[in-house]
């Protein structure tokens, strides 16, 4: 049983997702992803990450028995590409200089064969920032969040205390003043040092284990 | 009729999405964007993004009646959260400097309401590069695609050629060696100014539109 991406290409018409879940759901899989867009050319595009698949030649051949399907294209999944994903949020000073330092050791270690990614989003103001955090659970593939601000409390700690009970989420926050640090698994002054410690407490390549130094530690 | 976003909370059990499916479709709703995964308490947690619902409350109350669902949360869309996506890809000094360009100015445009994400992956070699740029499709709310490197050709140029065919993505490529240069739209020779463009060019609050620059201009 292998997990595998496909991309089918579709007429757009109501229902053909459902008639694809069908067959996957007869085929016993599960679908971990999907996203939809529609071509330029009007073709309805459906990209599935799909796990636990038995017999992959078969699935594919009932699907193409969709009459609205046109094509079905098999190849590694958006895990495989893009790997894991650290998310920085919040000032556009802070956010970069934590990029700066994330992508540098995220190229050290990608070239070792590692596969991650560093996304970011500038963003301020309490409720923003609570709710951006908040929605982290709605994007695939996140590993570690760094909190990138110069103050940050209320809303914005109740969202990552949340996330941090529901998730496996390592959280990395600069020192600042403002109640979030206090549930944040490793507090950082430096940006930069910031930025790399994300990709070390994330990659396989590095030799760094976030918990072995104990919770809630500042340097 | 309007967008939603909803998080469903289910027993993980096989079928339950191709339940979820067939109702939404009953309701004639479409979905554009889906991500399941397993929380820590081992309940399924399943996020749709729907398009064109006539009833969001009758839609809740049929979704609400699969015995496997425990709960049904309504809240804002990834899109109104996170934004347009730029996505930095190639070596990690040069993604590392487009990415301050690009965040420091979408900081700026965040303030005054946009919602612009900057997200990279360091990544070398032909066919890597190649494989993640063809990707690109796999990923939700990508406007522009930087290309951030010091040679680039063969495989990636098929990638990217591939990939301006089927979107309207905007591609502005770092000046370099190497044909991938060809199918960009804008060619920037200094990092820092690729990433503001990339930001301006897809910014709703910026008076820049790249399509009155021309085709494949040089900087």
Redesign the interface.
């Known amino acids: 049983m292998s997990d595998y ?1 496909l ?1 089918i290409k579709t007429d757009e018409k ?2 053909v ?2 008639d694809i ?2 067959i ?2 007869n085929h ?1 899989a ?8 529609i ?3 009007g073709v309805g ?1 459906i ?1 599935l990450e799909l796990e636990h698949v038995k017999d992959i030649d078969a699935l594919i051949r009932d699907l193409k028995n969709i009459s609205e399907i046109k094509s079905v294209e098999l ?2 999944s ?1 895990f495989d ?3 894991k994903r650290i998310i920085i949020v919040g ?3 802070q ?2 200089q934590v ?2 330092g994330a ?2 050791e ?3 270690h ?2 070792r064969g590692e ?10 103001g309490e409720n923003d920032l609570a ?2 955090i908040e ?1 982290i ?4 593939r996140v590993h570690a969040l760094v909190l990138a601000g110069s103050l940050m409390g209320g809303e914005i700690t109740k969202s990552v205390k949340k996330v941090k009970q ?3 989420l390592i959280v990395i926050s600069l020192n600042m003043p403002g109640s979030v640090t206090e549930y944040a698994d490793l507090i950082i002054t430096d940006p930069i040092q910031a930025g790399v410690l994300a990709v070390m407490s994330i990659a396989d390549t590095a030799v760094f284990d976030i918990n072995r130094l104990g919770e809630n530690i500042k340097y």
């Open positions: 991406t991309t109501k229902g997702l459902d879940t069908y996957i759901t016993e599960n679908i971990s992803y999907t996203h939809l867009f071509e330029k050319n595009s990209n190849h590694g958006q590409i893009y790997g000032g556009g000073a956010v970069s990029a700066m992508i540098t995220a190229d050290r990608n070239i596969r991650i990614s560093i996304d970011t989003i500038p963003l301020v709710e951006a929605a659970s709605l994007l695939p529901e998730s496996n």
